[in-house]
Nanobody, 126 residues
Framework: QLQFVESGGGLVQPGGSLRLSCVAS????????IGWFRQAPGKEREGVSV???????YHVDSVKGRFTISRDNAKNTVYLQMNSLKPEDTGIYYC????????????????????WGQGTQVTVSS
């Protein structure tokens, strides 16, 4: 059974750090593009960071220099290291597996991902 389990969310003060984990079962992570997304209250889900099958990483401008996505193939796990957190980073964070596609320009679009985890809440507040 294909499944994602996210963990690592919580309450953190501005400027703090968190590391999110996404453990996959039922398939091998490094055969697919995997993305981290977030959804703030009242807002649409948005792409944050993506890692390709080759291990290339991509981040949206708002998190560049602060967030790092990585993968541990032995543990079949993808991580999101988040540093210098800001209140606007607050939301539910999801990991997802992308449907195979030759179009890399759409890699941050939620609609191009077909399997999702249940999400983990991240709250940045003093």
């Amino acid at each position: 059974q294909l499944q994602f389990v996210e963990s690592g969310g919580g309450l953190v003060q501005p400027g703090g750090s968190l590391r999110l984990s996404c453990v996959a079962s039922g398939f091998t992570l490094d055969r697919y593009m995997i993305g981290w997304f977030r959804q703030a209250p009242g807002k649409e889900r948005e792409g944050v960071s993506v890692i390709s099958t080759m291990g290339h990483t991509y981040h949206v401008d708002s998190v560049k220099g602060r967030f790092t996505i990585s993968r541990d193939n032995a543990k079949n796990t993808v991580y999101l290291q988040m540093n210098s957190l800001k209140p606007e980073d607050t939301g539910i964070y999801y990991c997802a597996r992308r449907s195979p596609s030759p179009d890399s320009t759409t890699k941050f679009l939620p609609g191009t991902y077909n399997y999702w985890g249940q999400g983990t809440q991240v709250t940045v507040s003093s």
